[in-house]
């Protein structure tokens, strides 16, 4: 599921702890995030927002390579119909 989270954070050191919680959801915005923009035909995806104020966004020419990090991920995390669903998604972008 896609869905925009928001990570509210003061310090680095709390920037570096939402990350960690939000580490799943990050990854599943990658690869939802960017085939429901390749689907609408838009240029970026966004990722997170951060302090309600910024977001964290992929632009088109980066999909494949963060697509490829997330399948890392979903390998490691032994998610293996998640990773069908990433590499789905590179063949269809390549």
């Given at each position: 599921?896609?869905?925009?989270?928001?990570?509210?954070?003061?310090?680095?050191?709390?920037?570096?702890?939402?990350?960690?919680?939000?580490?799943?959801?990050?990854?599943?915005?990658?690869?939802?995030?960017?085939?429901?923009?390749?689907?609408?035909?838009?240029?970026?995806?966004?990722?997170?927002?951060?302090?309600?104020?910024?977001?964290?966004?992929?632009?088109?020419?980066?999909?494949?390579?963060?697509?490829?990090?997330?399948?890392?991920?979903f390998i490691t995390k032994e998610e293996y119909e998640?990773?069908?669903?990433?590499?789905?998604?590179?063949?269809?972008?390549?």
């Open positions: 599921m896609y869905k925009v989270i928001n990570m509210t954070f003061e310090t680095d050191e709390e920037l570096q702890q939402q990350l960690a919680e939000h580490t799943d959801a990050i990854h599943n915005n990658m690869l939802y995030g960017i085939d429901k923009s390749f689907n609408e035909d838009d240029d970026i995806t966004i990722i997170a927002w951060l302090n309600h104020e910024y977001t964290v966004s992929i632009p088109k020419d980066q999909w494949i390579e963060s697509l490829e990090f997330t399948l890392k991920y998640k990773c069908s669903e990433v590499k789905q998604l590179i063949d269809k972008l390549s």
